[in-house]
């Protein structure tokens, strides 16, 4: 009990004598390895819930895909049913651990979210410390929609790749494989989907512009075409076209963030550097002061 109450203080006392947040480097050392340890424990309950409670629902979800083949295009049992191979004694339980730890993951992606922005505060101005919940919430947000995405387009991939070989071919998956594709192709819709905050954080600190943006941006769709049929597991045009698209406009989108919000600000915060005394302008172009003036003209 005391010692939350001795680590509150000493942060209180360095907030008082340091109000910037500057930290030496072993200050950040030591600040990565607390944020990690508090993940690690975050990921850790949220895996262990949905290894408890979250399998069975979860597993009836991503074997759905599958299950509503045309029989024709499946090998079903006696009575049936649709179900996966586990080929080895230890496939259930490698198979539960592994779908318990991605749904943790997403369990636990806003409070990771929330301890990298705390994480990379110190290295921000001010003004900018104070987007931790926005971050943290669109992050958490883009995650969730790519991972919609994915399952949404998902019975339409795995149509496609085993409808392609005819129907002299009936599919029997393997469980291992199967769900590690399913589980991939969520994560990798839901990382690429934090792809706008990427553009929107370099520009806040200043290293991309929103003219440099614009001035590549065919150059940028070709690249994010190629990083999508690379990223997608499946290699179909329906997953390859369903992640590039959203990444499309979520370029500029992040460019017109830039353009409208990150650069008028950095544009007055330099300007009420350079002119201490000078009233920051309003969105019209015209200081205060001008336009209490033009409002009393005749």
Request: hydrophobic share 50%; net charge positive; charged share 20%.
């Amino acid at each position: 009990m005391r010692a939350p109450l001795r680590r509150r203080r000493r942060r209180r006392r360095r907030l008082r004598d340091n109000p910037q947040g500057e930290m030496s480097l072993l200050e950040h050392i030591a600040e990565f390895r607390d944020r990690l340890v508090r993940s690690g424990v975050a990921l850790a309950v949220a895996t262990t819930v949905s290894f408890a409670l979250l399998y069975e629902p979860l597993l009836h979800f991503l074997t759905k895909s599958y299950c509503d083949l045309p029989a024709s295009y499946r090998i079903g049992t006696s009575n049936g049913d649709c179900k996966l191979a586990a080929l080895g004694p230890l496939d259930p339980l490698a198979i539960r651990i592994r779908v318990a730890l991605v749904a943790g993951l997403v369990l636990a992606m806003p409070y990771l979210a929330f301890q990298l922005w705390r994480f990379i505060t110190p290295g921000l101005k001010p003004g900018e410390k104070r987007y931790a919940v926005p971050f943290s919430l669109v992050s958490t947000i883009l995650f969730a929609l790519g991972v919609a995405v994915a399952f949404y387009t998902l019975p339409a991939a795995v149509g496609f790749l085993v409808t392609i070989g005819g129907t002299s071919l009936a599919s029997f998956f393997q469980a291992d494989r199967y769900l590690r594709f399913v589980l991939f192709m969520g994560l990798a819709f839901g990382l690429t989907f934090e792809f706008p905050l990427v553009l929107v954080f370099l520009s806040m600190a200043g290293i991309l512009s929103s003219q440099a943006m614009l001035r590549v941006w065919r150059g940028a769709m070709a690249i994010i075409i190629v990083v999508a049929a690379v990223v997608t597991p499946s290699q179909d045009p329906i997953s390859l076209f369903a992640m590039a698209i959203p990444m499309w406009l979520f370029y500029f989108a992040a460019a017109a963030v830039a353009r409208f919000v990150i650069e008028p600000a950095r544009a007055r915060r330099r300007a009420q550097l350079e002119h201490p005394g000078t009233p920051a302008p309003d969105p019209a172009g015209r200081s205060r002061a001008g336009a209490g003036s033009d409002r009393r003209a005749p």
